[in-house]
């Protein structure tokens, strides 16, 4: 049995009834990624597990996080006006273009594995898009580590500003499938990790100096080009289609039909989350974003994954979303005391305090929810059933 009880059983009956609906429109989706991706599943060998694959896909994101970690924790390696930082090595830049190949294939096959080896189950969908909620932090984080925060970069909080952008357009998909009860996938999603992968391997051929000009006409740097673009992703690629979706939905009455107070439960907490982290920031009486961009970034990642499985969980399961996350509570006595008293580097070691408080919470919930999932339906979360093998086995033979 789970250590914690999360799932009850009204989610799990949910999860019985549950289909995947999906729809992806995007041109790169459809016309280059899957056919590429149909191309590879074939030699992936069918005894591996589908969610193998995704879990392997987020590590290899996760390893360019920590080791650009190591290289450049403040983000002054990729700045000419700080000399005392020495540049993150090359050969950085050519395992994150790899890695983040690998992990965009990986994400992009294991739906396809799971057909392969007729492993589908809700638990691979949730367990992917639960990784894929924790991995919004990685590409603007990497990109600023590209830019640095100096000559030709951009300041810690316009980063903040577009990591939150990114989670925004995440956890507003899911709220479209939450009320309309399919999920259309984001045309930004496809075009941001080609992107990611072409920018590392500039990098590696060019050095970061490579993105230290100034753009003709526009007169901005790459750094503040990449910003616009998230900007525009947001407002002209995700939003607009969003709310036409859920119009539609309402109109059709194809969707849940929820009242606008129902509806709008999804995005509570995650709004609370940015607004208590954006008074920390503003309120802090020792810069503590300036201070340690790369903690707060990642407290802000795991904090806003750990809401948005709630969320993942309740539009999967066709049962109502929680209206307020329990894991803002510590998060806004930190912020009260940061706007009452002048605690000065003391906020330091409550954000290691919130950060390692919601990192261990998160893992938890997600180990706890998997093991509940396989209870549930009788599988394995990271092998096939004997069922599947013995089927594999006659179809290699």
């Known amino acids: 049995m789970a250590a914690f009880v999360y799932l009850s059983r009204e989610v799990l009956s949910g999860f019985d009834n549950y289909k995947y609906s999906a729809i992806d429109s995007s041109p790169v989706s459809n016309y280059i990624c899957h056919p590429f991706w149909n191309f590879c599943v074939k030699f992936v060998p069918l005894w591996i597990a589908p969610n193998v694959l995704t879990l392997t896909g987020f590590l290899l994101l996760l390893v360019n996080f920590i080791v650009m970690t190591y290289y450049d924790p403040h983000f002054y390696a990729g700045c000419r006006d700080h000399p005392e930082h020495p540049p993150i090595p090359n050969w950085v830049w050519l395992m994150g273009a790899i890695n983040t190949f690998l992990a965009h294939t990986l994400d992009g096959i294991d739906g396809k594995q799971a057909r392969r080896t007729k492993s589908s189950s809700p638990l691979g969908e949730l367990f992917d898009h639960g990784l894929d909620s924790w991995a919004t932090l990685f590409l603007p984080v990497a990109i600023f580590c590209i830019f640095g925060r100096g000559e030709h970069g951009v300041n810690v909080f316009r980063v903040f500003l577009c990591i939150m952008g990114i989670m925004v357009c995440f956890v507003v998909s899911h709220w479209e499938k939450y009320n309309t009860g399919v999920l259309f996938l984001p045309w930004s999603y496809d075009i941001g990790q080609l992107t990611m992968i072409l920018v590392y391997l500039a990098t590696y051929y060019g050095g970061h100096n490579l993105w230290k ?66 008074l920390w920031i503003h309120m802090s009486s020792c810069e503590i974003l300036d201070r340690q961009p790369r903690l707060f970034y990642w407290t802000t990642g795991t904090a806003f994954s750990h809401i948005a499985c709630y969320l993942i969980i309740a539009q999967m399961s066709s049962t109502r979303c929680e209206l307020i996350n329990t ?39 997600g180990v706890c929810v998997v093991k509940e999932m396989c209870q549930h339906f009788k599988i394995q979360a990271f092998s096939l059933s004997k069922v599947n093998a013995k089927e594999i086995n006659q179809k290699t033979k």
Not at 215 to 236: D, H, K, R, W
Not at 252 to 277: H, N, W, Y
Not at 332 to 340: K, P
């Open 213 to 278: 000009f100034q753009i003709p006409v526009l007169n901005i740097s790459p750094a503040e080009g990449f910003e616009l673009s998230l900007y525009v992703g947001f407002l002209f690629l995700t939003f607009p289609f969003t709310f036409y979706n859920i119009y539609r939905a309402y109109k059709d009455k194809t969707g849940k039909m929820l009242s606008i107070s129902e509806g709008m439960r999804p995005l509570v907490s995650t709004f609370i989350l940015f607004a208590l982290l954006g």
């Open 327 to 365: 894991s803002l509570l510590p998060l806004f006595t930190i912020v009260l005391l940061v706007s009452v008293l002048h605690l000065g580097t003391l906020e330091i070691y409550l954000l290691w305090f919130y950060c390692i408080y919601i990192t261990l919470k998160h893992v938890t919930f």
